[in-house]
């Protein structure tokens, strides 16, 4: 079974600092997807931003970037220049790639952000 | 990006009383629909998949027979909680896929029982 893991339950930045969040995961998959999600206090899950296995180059938007580093099954989230309102629980997740229809997601354990003005 | 709605987003009831839960695609066509349940301060747990017209496919340890869902058309999914209890308080979202990758979030419905 796929298992995500997050090592950092809470983390804190200065905001216009910069910051990274890990993000492990184990799979015999070779083909999948990773995704890192935002859940600011309003509960409202938003996609930050996700990445195909299959992709070397490292997918970016905006002030986020990821670090993938498929053989050691590491995913890490990078934000720049950190704003208040980046501050929310933010979750990595796995899907494996879309092979008969199966979307089944998980979710790691999630990391607590918080931007100190 | 595609966007996805719930309602209610926050609901009361009593002990023993039914609650539906509406999750709609509002501008995609979800092929599939996944409902989640997250506790306070943790992560979301899967409880069932479900793909229009068909039958959900329920996570191990999640009674179907209490958390009915139905995926009657590509654009809404309901959740019925039957006869709920207080246990049965927590915030429930739904997710929607369009065959696409990519998962699509509802804002959550809040489930209060007293």
């Known amino acids: 079974a796929q298992t995500v893991t997050q090592s950092q339950p809470e983390m804190s930045v200065q905001e216009a600092e910069t910051v990274t969040l890990s993000c492990t995961y184990d799979t015999s998959e070779s083909d999948y997807y990773l995704f890192w999600y935002k859940q600011p206090p309003s509960r409202q899950m938003i996609l930050v931003i996700r990445?195909?296995?299959?992709?070397?180059q490292n997918a970016t938007e905006n002030r986020f970037s990821v670090n993938f580093q498929k053989a050691a099954k590491s995913f890490s989230l990078k934000i720049s220049d950190s704003q208040l309102g980046d501050a929310a629980m933010y979750f990595c997740a796995y899907r494996r790639e879309n092979s008969g229809g199966y979307q089944k997601v998980t979710f790691g354990t999630g990391t607590k952000l918080q931007v100190i003005p | 990006g595609a966007v996805v709605s719930q309602h209610p987003s926050r609901v009361i009831c009593k002990s023993g009383t039914s609650v539906k839960i509406e999750c709609r695609s509002l501008?995609?066509?979800?092929?599939?629909m996944f409902w989640y349940r997250q506790f306070p301060k943790q992560s979301l747990m899967l409880m069932a998949t479900s793909n229009e017209g068909s039958k959900a496919t329920y996570e191990q340890g999640v009674e179907k027979d209490k958390f009915l869902i139905n995926h009657a058309s590509l654009t809404l999914s309901t959740l019925t909680v039957t006869s709920a209890h207080p246990e049965d308080s927590s915030f429930y979202i739904c997710?929607?896929?369009?065959?696409?990758?990519?998962?699509?979030f509802g804002p959550g419905t809040r489930l209060l029982v007293l």
């Open positions: 501008d995609f066509q979800a092929t599939t």
């Open positions: 997710s929607a896929s369009g065959g696409l990758e990519t998962q699509y």
């Open positions: 990445q195909e296995a299959y992709k070397q």
